[in-house]
């Protein structure tokens, strides 16, 4: 079988979570593929939230297998929690929790060196999380990281002291900032003994193996195409290939193993952070949105800068990820604006252009705007497709116009009920 793939087409939150535990069902195994506890997936299910950070959203469905792969950096400390929520859920999960041994620790040092790094840059912040996601990842490139297999070794605490020595030194370089290492470390290592209660696997052979069995899976990305390393909008971006690229490293599977990639927008952006924004609304109607949509942030519960839907922003991550079908969600948000608008191109040193250009953190961008009506009805109590009002679908049909990519389903609300498949 193939390997079908779920990923954000904007700055992250776009509500992939929820997808995926809405699809979960269709497939044998769900594996997170990159990123670490800078992501926070929300989920409602019979009224009740719960917000996932490393773990697959695919936990809730009962008998799927659930892999955090090797392209993850993985913070014992947030883990515990995460277990901790799901074991007070009742949420039978010990069986089906699967932890590549090749995904890299968080450690303690590398939150605090996060901190200090995030506090000397002043007013040039990018906008970090602050758990620690970019140095683990310069420690895996730097062929310096911990990964999950180590904590077996005999001599992982030997292992942890030299690695906590270089970073102190480099803690040294920065101003002093407030971090309790102690408390943390300790944090940590109790975060160890939970971990090892779980499946350690060697996840490549383990994916693949079930490809080769006929099993069907789903990879779940975090964060969104425009916080990628690479394309996104650098430096103002994570620290891991959050595009489709990113789950043939993240899972160890070759590049004709994927089938759909199936790409996920807001009706409208947002951003949480610093980086350049060119649809975001400094104004009234930038405020209602924030507060209509509850956009505040999952893991730093920082509002979120709001702005209309970016045409040319999401052909770009169309393009990169091969996206093959998109789904829409919190179309419901929409619903009491009059007018809506969207940007379907660029204006920029004296051209108009659908293109991001390099300079997108440096030049001025004025976006093309065209209106399209509103519905102003709820569109709550609505459970199929044709049931929406008229506007709202020929809202939808516009979008799948301009992105020329099919719009499969559309959301309207945080529930399992209310995707609404066309």
């Known amino acids: 079988m193939a390997v079908d793939v779920i990923l954000g087409l904007q700055w992250g939150d776009e509500g992939k979570g929820k997808i995926v535990d809405f699809l979960a069902d269709k497939y044998d195994l769900v594996c997170r593929f990159q990123g670490g506890p800078n992501a926070g997936h929300t989920i409602k299910i019979a009224g009740k939230k719960y917000v996932l950070h490393t773990i697959p959203s695919g ?84 062929r310096n990281g911990l990964r999950v297999g180590d904590i077996l070794s005999p001599d992982f605490e030997q292992k942890y002291r030299s690695i906590r020595q270089k970073h102190m030194g480099l803690i040294r370089l920065y101003p002093e900032v407030q971090f309790d290492l102690e408390g943390e470390e300790k944090k940590f290592f109790e975060g160890l003994e939970s971990l090892r209660s779980l499946k350690f696997v060697n996840s490549e052979y383990y ?102 839907l970016d045409v040319p922003q999401l052909l770009y991550t169309i393009m990169l990820n091969g996206v093959t079908q998109i789904i829409i969600t919190k179309l419901d948000v929409l619903d009491t604006f009059e007018q809506i608008r969207v940007a379907t191109h660029y204006s920029y040193e004296g051209v108009q252009s659908s293109e991001i250009p390099f300079e997108i953190t440096d030049i001025p961008i004025s976006p093309v705007w065209e209106d399209i009506s509103g519905w102003n009805t709820s569109l709550d109590g609505i459970h199929e497709y044709h049931q929406l009002p008229d506007k709202a679908r020929a809202y939808i049909s516009r979008l799948e116009k301009l992105l020329s990519t099919p719009i499969s389903m559309v959301s309207t609300g945080p529930e399992r009920e209310k995707l609404l498949p066309r």
């Open 207 to 308: 994916i693949n193996h079930a490809l080769t069995d006929g099993r069907k899976i789903l990879a779940e990305g975090a964060q969104g195409s425009m916080l990628d390393i690479d394309f996104g909008t650098y430096p103002f971006v994570t620290s891991s290939n959050t595009i489709s690229a990113g789950v043939c490293s993240g899972l160890g599977i070759a590049p004709n193993r994927i089938r759909e990639v199936i790409g996920i927008a807001k009706a409208y952006c947002t951003r949480v952070g610093s980086g350049p924004f060119p649809t975001e609304l400094m104004d009234q109607t930038g405020e209602k949105l924030r507060a209509v949509g509850h956009e505040f942030g999952a893991t730093t519960g920082r509002p979120r800068r709001c702005g209309w």
């Open 59 to 142: 936990v809730f469905r009962e008998g799927i297998i659930n892999i955090i792969g090797n392209g993850v950096v993985l913070d014992p400390i947030t883990m515990v929690r995460e277990l901790t929520s799901l074991d007070e859920a009742g949420i039978d999960y010990r069986d089906r929790l699967l932890v590549s041994k090749k995904a890299h620790l968080i450690l303690p040092t590398h939150r605090y060196l996060d901190a200090a790094s995030e506090a000397s840059k002043g007013e040039g912040k990018i906008g970090s999380t602050l758990k620690g996601i970019g140095p683990a990842y310069m420690d895996k490139t730097g």
